[in-house]
């Protein structure tokens, strides 16, 4: 990759490649970013479509009829929860311990399951009550939208655990330092899009 | 890693210790103050809309869908900074970079689809929802 050709009157070999030493990651990190932008552009085109059609009952169950705020307002602190102890894992990482860092990382990880779980209770709960997706573009959109938030937080939980094993066999090795950052961008950035679904879908939806 | 310094070479984005503060290149760049002031004013900005709507604080629902989104988007803010450490010198600006442009292709989707949609609705036949039930 390195041009070995050094400058007239240089000693050593002079690199002006640069771009892999000065981060050393090989760029994977901001990769990653881009991967979350195209992300959010998913997230962006899904909460266009509830937004349009948010409010075609379809002489059906609006979302003042169905929402149960106190279990969105547990599913946001379990998942505000998960945030900052993804955070202390990653602090614990740039402290080279181990052991603390795979703890932070399965209470993280039991906090994102625990959300999994009153989400599903909560979709189970509403096609229960007929309230499936196909009643109306209401439901069709909204189990979109928070389905697939839900999608990319199960994804989420099995790449973490996969990590905790990598980090339990090879121990904090660079490479999975790096995949442990890019999973932190991820699960930090499911908590952002949870921010837009806890206000656009539950909130308003319920004022509506 | 190499060890080879050469300073004030152009086209390096970034010094080691610049944006790291004192991990190496390979830290998170959080520290525990950060991630907790990031926490805190999280709580806060989730509890305040929780509080409003399922309080019934104010009587105009307009007003509470105003104040609630704009403490949404602040709550975006606070996470973007805090927890995904988002600034304009990473990667040489291009992270930053990365991220505006996707802003203004979310805010076109979605200002775009409501605006447009919601003018065609207007223009549609009025049509009682169980009326509109019977159509096939």
């Known amino acids: 990759m390195h041009e070995m050709t050094p400058p007239p ?13 000065a981060h050393g990651d090989g760029g994977t990190l ?19 479509c509830f937004g349009v059609l948010g409010r075609n009952y379809a002489a059906g169950p609006s979302g003042a009829d169905l929402f149960d705020l106190r279990l969105v307002a547990i599913n946001t602190t379990l998942l505000l929860l998960s945030s900052i102890t993804y955070g202390f894992a ?15 990382l399965a209470i993280t990880g039991l906090l994102g399951a625990a959300f999994l779980a009153i989400e599903l209770y909560e979709f189970a709960h509403l096609i229960h009550e007929g309230a499936t997706p196909q009643r109306s573009a209401f439901l069709s959109s909204f189990f979109t939208l928070v389905g697939t938030h839900g999608l990319h937080v199960t994804f989420g939980i099995i790449w973490l655990v996969t990590l905790m094993v990598q980090v339990r066999l090879r121990g904090l090795i660079m490479a999975n330092k790096r995949r442990l950052m890019c999973l932190s961008m991820f ?3 499911l908590d952002v899009v949870w921010i837009g679904v806890f206000t656009f879908v539950y909130l308003m939806g319920v004022m509506r | 890693m190499s060890d080879v310094v050469e300073p004030g070479l152009a086209g390096r984005p970034q010094g080691h210790g610049e944006a790291h503060g004192p991990h ?4 998170s760049q959080g520290t525990f103050r950060s991630y907790m002031t990031g926490f805190v004013l999280s709580v806060i900005l989730t509890a305040i809309p929780f509080w409003l709507v399922m309080g019934n604080v104010l009587d105009d629902t307009r007003t509470t869908g105003i104040i609630i989104m704009a403490l949404a988007a ?14 304009t010198k990473s990667e040489g600006g291009w992270t930053f970079l990365a991220l505006l442009f996707t802003l203004i292709l979310v805010v076109i989707t979605l ?18 929802p169980h009326e509109a039930l019977q159509k096939p």
Request: proline share 2%; net charge negative.
């Open chain 1, 9 to 21: 009157g240089a000693t050593a070999p002079v690199f002006y490649e640069q771009e892999e030493h």
């Open chain 1, 30 to 48: 901001f990769g990653f970013w881009i991967y979350l932008m195209g992300d959010s552009l998913i997230f962006a085109v899904l909460f266009a």
């Open chain 1, 90 to 104: 990653m602090l614990e990482m740039d402290k080279e311990k181990t052991r603390t860092t795979l703890i932070w």
């Open chain 1, 187 to 189: 699960w930090h950035f």
């Open chain 2, 24 to 27: 190496d290149a390979h830290g």
């Open chain 2, 74 to 87: 602040v709550q975006i803010v606070v996470h973007m900074i805090y927890f995904l450490h988002m600034n």
């Open chain 2, 111 to 128: 200002v775009g689809s409501i605006w447009v949609m919601y003018h065609l609705d207007q223009n549609m036949m009025q049509m009682p």
